[in-house]
Each structure stands twice: as structure tokens, then as C-alpha cells.
């Protein structure tokens, strides 16, 4: 079943005019309003459904570049492609907050404006949602996969990054200079079931059952173990 729309966290945002009026005019305006949800078309920016509550209205389909923190012009102020890093991957789409470094600070790298600062809001995230459907795009391929972090700067704006282009430090575990990573791209397919050397399962209805090559290694421990479980299952009843 395919996602394409999802609820995100109610952000108090300021929509810049002009995208609300297709870019005409409006510029240096500003309206109040909050997010509640976005929407994710592969190849495009991800679009914000943004409720203005002076307006009583529900304005959808705006990229990130549409919205800052504050009824001002940012500085600096970044474009959609220093806000948002790469386009949707997929119809498919979730919105999940990683509590665990929620209140980190964050480092974002840019493509233009060098390093910047902000605070973490929460995580979109694309996959493949037809299970009845082939696969045509790259969401679920390992070396392609990037998660959509959206911060908060301190410029006002709020971007959309993935994790190679982030920094997250920890007041208590963060060193005070950290290493540069040497990390590669990860593009290996890791499972459990294939490959195996040990023996299939389906002859067997064995709770605790154990390989071939387990059972080979200590005989004499399979055989004691199968006896009191053939045992235990037989005992006869006492009498009351």
C-alpha cells in the first residue's frame, strides 16, 4: 500500500508570501502557520501541508524553502538545494523522531554556505511500498538509501539532510576534538538464512532441537538430553 502522505510533528512555521501566492509576489511577507503533514513524489523536494490559522486555511504542496522560524528573511539565506540535499526517493514514506540524539547539537555541512548549526526536529524516510509491485527505484538499495533529518538552523531555516552531511555531538561524549571518519559506503545486503551450513529444520518438531553438528560434537550429550526429553514426556501418573 503506498504511503505518499504522512503526519509530521505540529511545527510552528512562518510561509514565506510568495509561495503562496505561485511566486508572483509576496516577497518580504510573511504568514504564520504550522506544519501537519508532508508528502513524498519520487523526484521531487518533499511537500509541506501547512494549516494558517489567520487564514482558517489548509495550503499544501510547499517545498522546505518556503518556511523559516521567524517572520524575517534569514542570513544567510540558503536556497531549496542547500535546504533540502536529495530529492524523494519513493511514494513510500515515514516519519519517525530518533529520541536518542534529540537534544545533541547538530552540525550540518552544506553544498554552499559551509558549515552550519541547528537543532533536530525529526526524520522522513523513504521505502518501496508495493509488495505486489517491482521495485524501479533506489530507496531500499543499500549504497543509494538516505534519510531526510530536518533541523532547525540558526539561521531560522529548517533543512532536510541526510547523515553523511551531518555532525552530532554529545556534551559528555563527544571528545573535544573528534575524529574525521574514514567510513565507506555501505553496500552489502546482510541475512541470516542463506548460506547456511546447518541442516533444514523440517523434519523436525523438537523444541530444543539442535544440528547435526552440534549433536556430532557431543554425542553422548544429545543422546542424554533426547532420553529425559522422551522421559519427561512419559511419566506415569501417581496415585493421589
Known amino acids: 500500500m503506498s504511503q505518499l502522505i504522512i503526519n509530521v510533528p505540529p511545527q510552528k512555521v512562518w510561509v514565506r508570501k ?11 511577507e510573511f504568514v ?5 503533514t508532508a508528502k513524498s513524489l519520487p ?21 522546505i524553502s518556503a518556511f523559516v522560524s521567524s517572520p524575517k528573511t534569514p542570513e544567510p539565506d540558503l536556497d531549496l538545494t542547500n535546504l533540502q540535499f536529495w530529492d524523494c526517493m519513493s511514494y513510500g514514506v515515514v516519519c519517525v523522531q530518533k529520541k536518542h540524539i534529540g537534544e545533541l547539537d547538530f552540525e550540518v555541512r552544506t553544498r554552499d554556505f559551509g558549515h552550519l548549526k541547528g537543532q533536530y526536529l525529526f526524520s522522513l524516510d523513504n521505502y518501496h511500498p508495493y509488495n505486489d509491485k517491482i521495485d524501479c527505484g533506489t530507496s531500499e538499495m543499500p549504497e543509494e538509501h538516505k534519510s531526510h533529518n530536518c ?17 552530532l555531538y554529545s556534551p559528555s561524549r563527544t571528545p573535544d576534538v573528534p575524529k574525521t571518519p574514514d567510513f565507506k559506503i555501505s553496500t552489502k545486503f546482510y541475512r541470516t538464512e542463506v548460506g547456511l551450513k546447518w541442516q533444514r529444520l523440517g523434519d523436525t518438531d523438537e523444541y530444543f532441537w539442535q544440528t547435526q553438528e552440534e549433536r556430532d560434537s557431543n554425542p553422548a550429550k544429545s543422546s542424554d538430553s533426547t532420553n529425559q526429553e522422551q522421559n519427561n514426556g512419559n511419566q506415569p501418573e501417581k496415585n493421589a
Request: glycine share 12%.
Open 32 to 36: 504564520e502557520g504550522v506544519w501537519v
Open 43 to 63: 523526484g521531487r523536494s518533499f511537500y509541506f501541508e501547512t494549516y494558517l490559522p489567520e487564514y482558517g486555511a489548509l495550503y499544501d504542496k510547499l517545498p
Open 18 to 28: 510568495e509561495y503562496l501566492r505561485d511566486l508572483q509576489d509576496g516577497h518580504g
Open 151 to 167: 533541523i532547525l538552523l540558526e539561521n531560522g531555516q529548517f533543512v532536510l539532510y541526510p547523515n553523511n552531511r551531518m555532525r
